[in-house]
């Protein structure tokens, strides 16, 4: 087994053990719509007649999707990090190796630089912002 696949052999077992801790934690019922109990956002109007959109149902699963997309950008970042690191690192001298490294990590850069702008962006557009 070559030192790629168990990078990635030990990154997914990582994940799969933190998929097994956080799992059962995630079990309490925040609220019941229309008789079906929901542990993932509290419904927070009956009917039509809520008084602003944050209490509604999807602005919770809207905020929850957000929430998952962050962590995953970061989890990705970390890792796309964590491997330019280790191609720069394994370079030992080779130039065009060296620049494949470099270029990884600039590319993780500009793409949490993106991500960053976006959600800010999204906060500016969105009145009051996402997370009030």
């Known amino acids: 087994m070559n030192t790629k696949q168990t990078i990635i052999r030990t990154f997914l077992g990582f994940i ?43 602005w919770g699963v809207l905020v929850l999707a957000l929430n998952i ?5 970061a989890v990705a970042a970390l890792a796309g990090l964590i491997w330019g690191a280790i191609q720069y690192t394994s370079a030992g001298g080779n130039v065009e190796q060296t620049k494949k490294a470099m270029a990884t990590i ?4 500009i793409g949490i630089l993106a991500y960053g702008l976006m959600y800010a962006f999204l906060n500016f557009i969105i009145p009051g912002g996402v997370f009030n």
Not at 43 to 51: F, L
Not at 106 to 109: F, G, K
């Open 16 to 58: 799969l053990a933190c998929a097994l801790v956080v799992g059962p934690l995630v079990t309490t019922t925040l609220a019941d719509c229309g008789g079906v109990s929901t542990s993932i956002i509290d419904c927070g109007q009956e009917g039509g007649d809520a008084a602003s959109t944050e209490e509604t149902g999807i």
């Open 69 to 73: 997309l962050t962590t995953l950008v």
């Open 106 to 109: 600039t590319n993780v850069i």
